[in-house]
């Protein structure tokens, strides 16, 4: 029905950067809001970073200066430009989106996330 598929992680030692990329595809009829998520092993699942269908972006302190969301809507896509990156940055990252569904008979909105990209930084 729809998917979210995340890609860009891997191995970066600290100050480095990373990009991750999220493409949504189906049965999509809008997209409202688009976040990034992360979860380190033993730690719940954190908020990162959230943008609007207008562009307003949201960020926790522990990331606000080193990471940037942005979304392509054309292309149904959201963006995550993570630089000055810190062994504590190191987890699953997981993009999740609220969806307008172009269902039958008529649209409904639901929330999909991605499978998860594993990011690790080194020190």
């Known amino acids: 029905q729809v998917q979210l598929v995340e890609s860009g992680g891997g191995l970066v030692q600290a100050g480095g950067s990373l990009r991750l990329s999220c493409a949504a595809s189906?049965?999509?009829?809008?997209?409202?809001?688009m976040r990034w998520y992360r979860q380190a092993p033993g730690k719940q699942r954190e908020l990162v970073a959230e943008i609007t269908s207008g562009g307003n972006t949201y960020y926790p302190d522990s990331v606000k200066g080193r990471f940037t969301i942005s979304r392509d809507n054309a292309r149904k896509r959201t963006y995550l430009q993570m630089n000055s990156l810190k062994p504590e940055d190191t987890a699953v990252y997981y993009c999740?989106?609220?969806?307008?569904?172009?269902?039958?008979?008529?649209?409904?909105?639901?929330?999909?996330w991605g499978q998860g990209t594993q990011v690790t930084v080194s020190s």
């Open positions: 999740a989106a609220e969806v307008v569904v172009a269902g039958n008979p008529a649209p409904y909105e639901h929330d999909f």
């Open positions: 189906g049965s999509i009829f809008s997209i409202n809001d």
